[in-house]
């Protein structure tokens, strides 16, 4: 795929988005899952694991499945890609890194910090997206920005509140912030940059994605405030978010490390909203915590320990919604 392509002066989403959930989302069925080098670098919460390269892959496929099983049995369209053998992208089954969908019919791609995940961009599957019937009237190409090792990674790297025309991004070695800045000004997006950090080996380092950290829905936001070490930068995002009218679900450094920050909030083709986890987040939160979730709207909880594990991603990254 092109990776030069200039951004079209015309291309803005349309002022008219009001949704913050869909009841499509695309996923890809995993072929090669396995550890990846070359994101491990800067992604703390990847671990290797001894075992053949086709047994992990059996396991991720059983659990890719059955995630995709209990989605549809809520009533969720999934559209489901295989990836392809070749060429070799142990992390296609994380689509929404490279490739987002936007009402009006508006598609983004993105700039990838590891260079084996940039052949995960696909245009076929953006023009099987508009035979299953989604419109795509312009595709906004970013990539050209991986010419100047500069990196934004979808909504990895950012976390949008689309009601309010908000962006959230933690800046790190994959979301830098000038092509975030230009992301937003492209698409009439209010920016709220931070750093987000974790302790690896008694070290503060920058969390590699914004989403593994946060979650806004509809009418909350899941937030690893702890991982925010700047007061100027803490005080800034929480008074976004109460000037947005969520109320915040906090969670500790470690439910994030359990990917409890790593949730996304999708309806069904009724309207209902259900909470997408893993039962590692799940298992990690507290009655109160559940509660409050389970007051806005239904959990569905999917086992894939092989996924996180191995990937460093956990369910909201296997999912790119279709709007």
Not at 30 to 40: E, I, R
Not at 54 to 69: D, L, P, R, S, W
Not at 93 to 122: C, D, T
Not at 290 to 307: A, D, F, G, M
């Amino acid at each position: 795929m092109n990776s030069s392509k200039i951004i079209p002066k015309n291309s803005q989403l349309e002022n008219t988005v009001t949704k913050q959930t869909t009841n499509t989302i695309l996923m890809i069925e995993p072929v090669a899952f396995g550890f990846n080098n070359q994101t491990a670098v800067n992604n703390h919460f990847q671990q290797k694991e001894q075992g053949a390269e086709k047994e992990i892959q059996t396991k991720a496929y059983a659990e890719f499945g059955n995630m995709v099983k209990k989605i549809r049995a809520s009533g969720v369209n999934v559209l489901v890609v295989k990836d392809t053998e070749q060429p070799h992208t142990p992390d296609s089954i994380f689509p929404n890194n490279w490739i987002s969908f936007h009402e009006g019919g508006q598609v983004v791609l993105y700039p990838m910090f590891a260079k084996n995940r940039r052949r995960e961009r696909r245009n076929d599957i953006i023009q099987l997206i508009e035979n299953k019937g989604s419109i795509v009237n312009n595709v906004d190409d970013f990539t050209f920005w991986e010419e100047q090792n500069k990196f934004l990674e979808g909504t990895g790297s950012m976390v949008f509140d689309r009601i309010h025309r908000i962006a959230y991004a933690a800046l790190s070695d994959r979301t830098n912030k000038a092509v975030f800045l230009q992301f937003c000004k492209v698409f009439d997006l209010k920016p709220v940059y931070f750093s987000a950090n974790q302790t690896v080996d008694k070290k503060r380092l920058p969390i590699y994605h914004t989403n593994v950290m946060m979650c806004i829905a509809n009418e909350y936001a899941v937030i690893c405030l702890e991982s925010i070490d700047n007061e100027k930068e803490y005080k800034s995002v929480v008074n976004s978010l109460i000037a947005s009218g969520k109320e915040i679900i906090t969670i500790s450094e470690k439910q994030m490390h359990n990917f409890a920050g790593n949730m996304l909030q999708i309806e069904n083709t009724k309207g209902k909203q259900f909470l997408v986890m893993s039962q590692s987040a799940y298992d990690s939160l507290n009655q109160f915590q559940i509660y409050r979730l389970n007051t806005y709207n239904e959990l569905i909880v999917v086992e894939i320990p092989t996924i996180e594990k191995i990937g460093g991603g956990s369910v909201r990254c296997m999912m790119a919604e279709i709007f």
